[in-house]
């Protein structure tokens, strides 16, 4: 891997303020966040669509959510103080974005221009749009329902999830609002909201853009390739947007914060987005929902399940990852209170594996090139970030005393 640049990576235009979570100073701004989210939602999904009202309604309630986690101070909201902090989030987003998104836009635009061209032929472009919006649903609902599922495992055991979270640096604020069920219903419904407003650009696309089946082999040849490039290139791409979501503090305050708002749970799994976050990324980068619904939906599915699982960071609650998974992955270091690391953070190539480890280590390094497996080292370059941390070593007792594996 290339060398990272800090001068690259670490380019703020406006003034860098640290954050990792809210306060209540910030409650204008968060209940602007939570209208802007709603008019996304309204707008995508049509006044209509019973996820319109599902949205709207988590929207709202949100703001009281925020009223008795953090409490209220009325004061003049970032935004109004600092607008011009909104071009230079355009601006970071801009250059962040890399040829890969290009690239699938083409190749969905060239698609639509064969079928333009072509009206004689039997595109079947009717089928593939109630296949594509068939697929939607599924994938909503089917998600939707592994996420209930976690839910009810972290009622049934919340006198657990309390007793872990207590170990950590949520003891703060298990002590300041000791409900737990309200912090895992907070939770449940912060990854439902986000992943509606995630799934917003692709249904753009599917209600708006044309799929044939003539073209469906190029296409999914040629969405496998642009697949494999955005797989390549992503870490360092998530580093330099996911470093300035914390240190650029209005992109924390409406795009990244209520990631980090929620507990370390797995019901907040929706790609590591905040609510509107999602929706920007998919905008500037992510180039899956412009390939064709089947393998988007297939990506989409396998990538939220997979994420779900991986932020589960409260050990002994479904679904509970391997301690072996954890020895070669380092997030949950910072859903614990800690900025770094931003990347990804996958470390594979240690000397000290555990058996499970170097087994895990072993699949990671068939099915993933270096960029992901290695992803920690964008981290140990650029923020000088050690592998072995007392916060992975805490995190890791608490695996070990709560798992059998």
């Known amino acids: ?8 990576f670490h380019q703020l235009y406006g003034v860098k303020r640290p954050r990792i979570t809210y306060f209540k100073r910030d409650f204008i701004d968060y209940v602007l966040m939570t209208l802007i989210t709603a008019s996304i939602i309204w707008l995508t ?33 970032e935004i109004l103080k600092r607008p011009q902090d909104l071009l230079y ?30 009206p004689n032929l039997p595109h079947h472009v009717e089928l593939t749009g109630k296949i594509a919006i068939y697929l939607f649903y599924i994938h909503f609902i089917g998600i939707t329902v592994y996420r209930t ?55 753009l696309v599917i209600t708006h853009a044309k799929f044939s089946v003539l073209a469906l082999p190029v296409t999914l040849a040629t969405n496998i390739f642009v697949q494999y490039k ?9 580093y330099r947007d996911h470093w300035t979501s914390h240190n650029a503090e209005l992109e924390f305050l409406y795009i ?16 590591g987005n905040g609510y509107m976050e999602g929706f920007l990324r ?6 899956t929902h412009l390939f064709n619904p089947i393998l988007a939906a297939v990506l989409l599915t396998a990538l939220l399940k997979s994420d779900i699982d991986s932020h589960q960071y409260i050990p002994g609650i479904f679904p509970s990852m391997s301690k072996a998974f954890h020895e070669v992955s380092q997030h949950s270091t910072h859903h614990y209170g800690f900025l770094e690391p931003y990347g990804f953070a996958t470390k594979l190539n240690q000397p000290d594996l555990s058996e499970a480890g170097q087994e895990i280590a072993k699949k990671f ?40 594996h």
Request: aromatic share 12%; net charge positive.
């Open 1 to 8: 891997m290339e060398k990272a640049d800090p001068a690259q």
């Open 45 to 77: 999904y049509g006044a209509g669509s019973w996820v319109t009202s599902l949205g709207l309604a988590l929207c709202a309630l949100m703001i009281p959510s925020f009223l008795v986690r953090h409490g209220v101070e009325l004061r003049t909201p």
């Open 89 to 118: 989030m355009l601006v970071y987003k801009l250059r962040n974005m890399k040829p890969v998104t290009q690239l699938a836009l083409a190749i969905l635009l060239l698609e639509n221009l064969f079928i333009y061209l072509t």
């Open 149 to 203: 599922v976690i839910l009810f495992d972290h009622l049934r055991k919340k006198e657990l999830v309390r007793e872990v979270l207590l170990q950590t640096n949520w003891k703060k604020w298990l002590e300041k609002r000791p409900n737990v069920t309200l912090h895992i219903l907070h939770a449940y419904a912060t990854g439902v909201l986000t992943h509606i407003v995630f799934l917003a650009p692709w249904y």
């Open 230 to 238: 955005f797989t390549k290139i992503m870490n360092v791409w998530f």
């Open 256 to 271: 990244h914060g209520t990631h980090h708002d929620a507990i370390p749970s797995g019901l907040i799994g929706v790609a």
């Open 282 to 287: 998919f905008v500037f980068f992510w180039p």
């Open 365 to 404: 390094k068939r099915a993933l090139p270096v960029e992901v497996y290695d992803s920690v080292a964008v981290d140990e370059q650029l923020n000088g970030f050690k592998w072995s941390n007392s916060a992975h070593r805490r995190f890791m007792e608490l695996v070990s005393r709560y798992q059998k």
